[in-house]
């Protein structure tokens, strides 16, 4: 292919690898199964446009009377890449590799946002034009286009043979995750977002109170949520790559929403911690979330949500809010609830103090 073509190629590819991975993040509904399939088709792509631009740039990098200041930027971006792909193929292969604290997963994710942003700079910087003979030619495209379905079947096959030689990363789920601790009760492992901390909460002095769009704003007591009996088993999936599947107990929301009579425009329900780490979901499907006291028999462990914690099947874990003490009733969409996952660990409450 010519330089260009496959520098566009790659930029492109790169960018759909980037837009796929941040939506895959919130995407934990077996209908967004192809989310995840793209992310892994583009990653097979840049495999083949990388071999393709490797090969180009070889001779340049080999010949130390070759090297300029850009050599050093070209190997330094070559070196994140291949550690962006690889870091993905292996957690995908089952890898088990630890970092500074951070899984495979993890870096792939760290890797991946930091490699885009040096692709955009680096395309601001140094681009050149695609121009029309980059393009044309029915030979060049032929080559691409069995380029881009070479890379496409790929997937299935790798999907298919991960599943014949059951290789551990054949057992994840659609999202990528690994079990851990299902049907455990409190065993399972526990996640923040950021670095969320808080203290734990005295049930006594602790209360729920439902504000918003709603006729009567309400306080409720943990004595009076605890004696709920509705049950839900549900998969909390959380990004950093496990899934946990259990029987929540607690109440189911639509049962409080009607104690409180909400505005005939209220449309959305926003679930607040008190660390100010908060999510909404739109109002039919909040009703029939739960807001769980219990996995199981056991009651919520302090590191899982204690006391209450929602429970948002289909929902990614980072949206199932724990140490919840606010419920507020929304008549339009909460846009600042995805910078409160970010900064409410450096609230005084997220902290601990
Ligand atoms: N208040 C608050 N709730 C939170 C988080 C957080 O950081 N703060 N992390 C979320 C994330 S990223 C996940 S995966 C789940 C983890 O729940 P667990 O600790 O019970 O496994 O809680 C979610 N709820
Ligand atoms: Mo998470």
Not at 261 to 277: E, G, P
Request: net charge positive; charged share 20%.
């Amino acid at each position: 292919m010519p330089p260009r073509l496959t520098d566009w190629s790659i930029a492109l590819a790169a960018t759909l690898a980037f837009t796929t991975g941040i939506i895959s993040l919130i995407s934990g509904l077996p209908q967004e199964w192809f989310i995840f399939a793209i992310h892994g088709i583009v990653g097979i792509w840049l495999l083949l446009f990388l071999w393709g631009k490797l090969r180009r740039v070889l001779p340049r990098l080999i010949h130390p009377r070759r090297w300029d200041r850009r050599t050093v930027f070209g190997l330094l971006a070559l070196l994140l890449v291949t550690l962006a792909l690889f870091s993905g193929v292996w957690w995908v292969g089952g890898g088990e590799w630890y970092f500074a604290g951070f899984n495979l997963l993890n870096w792939h994710i760290i890797l991946g946002i930091v490699l885009t942003a040096v692709i955009l700079f680096h395309m601001f910087a140094r681009a050149k034009r695609l121009r029309k003979r980059d393009v044309v030619g029915r030979r060049r495209m032929l080559y691409l286009s069995i380029l881009l379905l070479g890379g496409t079947a790929l997937w299935p096959g790798q999907q298919l043979t991960e599943r014949a030689l059951n290789l551990p990363g054949a057992r994840r789920r659609f999202t990528g995750s690994r079990e851990a601790g299902s049907y455990a009760g409190n065993a399972f492992p526990t996640s923040s977002w950021v670095a969320d901390a808080p203290r734990p909460i005295d049930a006594q002095t602790w209360r729920l109170s439902l504000v918003g769009a709603v006729t009567k704003p309400r306080d409720f007591s943990y004595a009076e949520l605890v004696a709920a009996q509705d049950q839900e088993e549900a998969t909390l999936d959380c990004t950093g790559g496990f899934y946990s599947t259990q029987r929540w107990r607690g109440i189911r929301i639509g049962r409080l929403l009607d104690q409180a009579v909400l505005h005939a425009d209220a449309r959305y329900v926003s679930f607040i911690s008190v660390t100010s780490y908060r999510w909404s979901l739109p109002l039919a499907e909040a009703r029939g979330a739960l807001l769980a006291t219990h996995i199981d028999e056991d009651l919520l462990s302090h590191d899982h949500g204690f006391p209450l914690r929602l429970v948002a099947p289909g929902r990614r874990g980072l949206e199932w809010v724990k140490w919840i003490t606010h419920i507020e009733v929304l008549t339009e969409p909460d846009p600042g609830q995805a910078l409160s996952i970010f900064t409410s660990s450096f609230t005084d409450a997220g902290r601990g103090s």
